[in-house]
């Protein structure tokens, strides 16, 4: 069965503390996985793509990685404005589009 | 452009009202879902149209009924809901292709079942 783990459930930092959160999954065949940004009462917003491993993508303060079982979400030096949910979602094999998706962590930045 | 809008923002309807929530996206994508989400918890898949055709219904109740007018919008028609059905309904669009293919979501409808 096609499964999502994120860890850890919630996580707090100082701004300015460097962390990662983890993304592991088991899939049959995997096309695509995927982070979104989820901020309360609103919809996810994309943030990367990754389809194999070894491939890494950068957007401002965030970082994803891939490897073969699991992907991680670099956050540098963060600001409270990254507070938010981090959900990580992933695309098996066949061609239905359907994400399966993570219990999300949720982060938040004290200034 | 990458927008992705539903409407209404907010919705509160009787267990015996009939309504309906819409989505439109004009990215040209060929894949169009429909999600549920409750608090605290992650979307989950409820239909998925491709190429306007009905493709996955992931054991819906008939009370939920997708319709795809055309390629660039989709409707959830609403009948006969129980307060559990109470939620954050998100619609979504993605481009049909071999790899891959992130879906973009739009602010979602706040479905209140009274």
Redesign the interface.
């Known amino acids: 069965e096609d499964q999502v783990t994120q860890s850890p459930e919630a996580l707090r930092l100082q701004e300015g503390e460097s962390s990662s959160l983890n993304c592991s999954y088991t899939v049959s065949g ?5 982070w ?1 940004r989820q901020d309360p ?6 943030l990367f ?1 990754l ?1 194999s491993a070894g491939e890494e993508k950068e957007k401002e303060r965030l970082k994803a990685t891939l490897t073969k079982k699991e992907s991680f979400l670099h956050i540098t030096a963060p600001k409270p404005e990254d507070s938010a949910t981090y ?1 990580c ?1 992933v ?1 098996a094999a066949g ?5 399966i ?4 962590t949720t982060l938040q930045v004290k200034p | 452009d ?1 927008e ?1 809008t ?1 409407t209404p923002k907010h919705l509160v309807m009787g267990m015996t009202n009939k309504k309906s929530l819409k989505c439109e996206q004009h990215m040209g994508h060929r ?1 169009m ?1 429909w999600y549920k989400q409750k608090a605290k ?5 409820m239909f ?1 149209y ?1 190429y306007e055709k009905l ?2 219904n992931e054991s819906v109740p008939s009370r939920f009924s997708p319709e795809c007018p055309n390629s660039s919008l989709l409707n959830l028609h609403l009948h006969a809901l129980q307060p559990e059905d109470s939620a ?1 309904y ?1 619609c ?1 669009s ?1 481009p ?1 292709g ?11 409808t ?1 479905l209140t079942v009274v």
Do not use: D
């Open positions: 995997l096309r695509g996985l995927f979104y009462g609103k919809g996810p917003e994309f793509t389809y959900l979602a695309q061609n239905t589009g359907k994400l998706f993570g219990q999300g | 990458t992705v539903q894949a879902y918890k992650p979307p989950e898949l998925v491709s493709s996955i954050l998100l979504a993605s049909m071999q790899g891959g293919t992130e879906a973009f979501f739009g602010q979602g706040r």
